[in-house]
């Protein structure tokens, strides 16, 4: 009983420590001295309670974290790579590849995002996410002050005080003893006056933009050269 105990406090540390140090290409060498033990035993502690290889679960993680920024950010491809401690570019894009199937540029520009490929962080009780579930509640009615307030610009710049108006009534709201909060919004994102297609996000439309931008240059290049 010791022994299993021992073996899943030491599989926890190996979980927290990969993780740590995910960016720098951790080597299992660089693991098992840190752990103190045998490269061997270390393998094996992961392997029984990770069900992957350490240098296999290193590997689909920096290539998750460098796909989640490729869709998510505006970083360079070549700055993702080295932020992952890849050799090269081209040593990222070939990788990268090999994965999904797909180049680094392809993927970011890609219709849909396919999350299959993508291995999230093991959890050290090896929990998962819950099912998502749709529910219809029923219809309830609410009473209270309202309170609103525009963002502009300038407010990210100079202090607004309609902000802090509002901050004051709520904080007066519970130092009288006041019950339970709720905020409504009304906030809708603002409309484009170029219509998104079907399933396209705002990111995919600026690609197929850009894309289609670069064929038009090239077409009209073609016209001039007859």
């Known amino acids: 009983m010791y022994a299993v105990l021992m073996k899943q406090m030491l599989y926890l540390k190996m979980?927290?420590?990969?993780?740590?140090?995910?960016?720098?290409?951790?080597?299992?060498?660089d693991l098992a001295l840190y752990m103190g033990y045998s490269r061997r035993f270390v393998y094996d502690v992961f392997y029984q309670y990770g069900q992957l290889p350490i240098g296999q679960y290193i590997r689909l993680r920096r290539l998750?974290?460098?796909?989640?920024s490729l869709r998510l950010t505006r970083q360079p491809i070549a700055a993702i790579a080295w932020q992952l401690s890849y050799d090269s570019p081209q040593t990222f894009s070939r990788e990268f590849k090999k994965r999904f199937s797909l180049?680094?540029?392809?993927?970011?520009?890609a219709a849909h995002w396919d999350t299959a490929k993508l291995l999230k962080k093991f959890h050290p009780d090896g929990e998962s996410l819950p099912l998502a579930r749709f529910f219809s509640l029923p219809e309830q009615v609410y009473y209270g002050y309202p309170m609103k307030y525009e963002l502009r610009l300038s407010d990210l710049v100079l202090q607004s005080?309609?902000?802090t108006s509002i901050r004051q009534k709520v904080d007066r709201f519970f130092t009288a003893?006041?019950?339970?909060?709720?905020?409504?919004s009304d906030y809708a994102a603002a409309v484009s006056y170029t219509h998104l297609r079907a399933h396209e996000t705002r990111h995919d439309l600026v690609c197929r933009l850009l894309l289609e931008k670069k064929k038009e240059k090239?077409?009209?290049?073609e016209r001039s050269h007859l």
């Open 64 to 68: 998750t974290i460098a796909a989640v």
């Open 177 to 184: 003893g006041g019950g339970s909060l709720s905020v409504l």
């Open 103 to 109: 180049s680094p540029r392809e993927y970011r520009c």
């Open 218 to 221: 090239k077409k009209k290049k």
């Open 161 to 163: 005080t309609a902000k």
């Open 15 to 29: 979980l927290a420590w990969l993780e740590d140090n995910i960016y720098c290409n951790p080597a299992i060498d």
